[in-house]
């Protein structure tokens, strides 16, 4: 099998090939340039969710957009959003028992081709350097859309004996999916992801390490993020190729559609058979070793974005948030006491390990606020002349709206840290609550066959259906209304039909048109 790539390899027209087939290049260029040099205004959340994303994105510093099409930058806000998840992640892998490791960026084309289903599926997806310097390359080297391979052909020359396994290995990295749109997190070229690659001795043990990963990203989604999901087992069509089984947990965003947030996959001895991860098992059999592999991307944080923010911009949870808590000392007419004592009481915070900052900038108050505001930092504290007086200090909440009496609260300087500690905690559950109560509300158990393609159609949410597990079947529901099955679990009444197609049912999937 070959893969697609642009057959002209001279410098200039290789990558006016390249760009041609992408599609209407100079267009989005114009329009990502213009878009990253100002947002005024955030429009409002529910009149136009992706417009009020990208102004999000940029008026937040997160990300700007770069003269590179489909590739963003992760400015130092937005990579502090990154280093916060990597942080809590890495510590569950490690528990799980997991190392580290680093693979190079560039596959050679003959390796790639070896497992046939996963060629096909990501051929459409890979970027090629097909020239080194002057030097036209004998094989050309694709750039990573993920690295099953390259790790696949080291494990394959690691492993020998039974002694040798498991390799539990987890990957930070970047990868490159050749992509036509672009939207920070959402969609992008280049990206920002982990990816686990293990290699076990028995199936069951390769399957029971999926399932386990799949449970560490719902952990991470649900209690870091403070975003809920569905995990289950994705249909034939959404598998990841060349694997014998894809698991994915699947978040609700507020347009209704569904937004994949992590995948697990049990490889089964796909992989190993394509590239000879063999060993001498104890029973002096050479057998070949099972695989399994997972990923949480920066999508993640696309999802968290969408699921928390309001009309003042983002909502993070204290958990994944860069700050925690932002002094802003109120100035007045020369009497500075407040951002001594913000400073002071800062030094403090950060000493029993709080994320906080001092904002002292030359600006109104108010300025920073709705700054702020924007940036979604869970805290802002207050300290103006009086309030050094009495020796309090006050903390408004990001999560509740302007004029709620829950807003804003007095407090004792000196039980600053702990009254922090607890509001923090409040905020973390109260975003879960919010977003599993919009979840729970646009969840539907649909038993029949109108309303299922009415609500799939109308983008209602998650659509819980006992369904026949056919790809003809969720074709057709996919022509009609755009939706697909995000996942799949165990049907739990026997007998039951599919409601899409009337066809015995074999498993629950909800379904939902999906980003
Ligand atoms: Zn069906």
Redesign the pocket.
Known sequence: MRLTRPAVPLPLQGHVAARAEAGPVMSDAIETLTLSKDVKEIPPKAADLSAWYTAVCLKAELASYSPVRGCVVLRPYGYGLWENLQKHLDAAFKETGHENAYFPLLIPESLLLKEAEHVEGFAPEVAWVTRGGQEELTEPLAIRPTSEVIIGVMYAQWVESYRDLPILINQWANVLRWEKATRPFLRTMEFLWQEGHTAHAHAQEAREETLRMLDVYREFAENVAAVPVYAGIKSASERFPGAVETFSIEALMPDGKALQSATSHDLGQNFAKAYDIKFLDADQQIKYAYTTSWGMSWRMLGAMIMTHGDDRGLRIPPKMAPLEAVFVPIVRSGDDRAVAASRDAAAALRKAGFRVKVDDRDQQPGWKYAEWDVRGVPVRIEIGPRDVESGSAVLVRRDRAKGDPEQKQTVPLDQLAQRLRALLEDIQASLYAQAKQFLDEHTFVVRDRDEFFAKAKARAGMIDIA??G?PE?EELVKAETGATTRNTRPLDEPGAR?V??G?PATVRAYFAQSY
């Open positions: 369904w026949c056919r079947c599919c899409a197609c066809e």
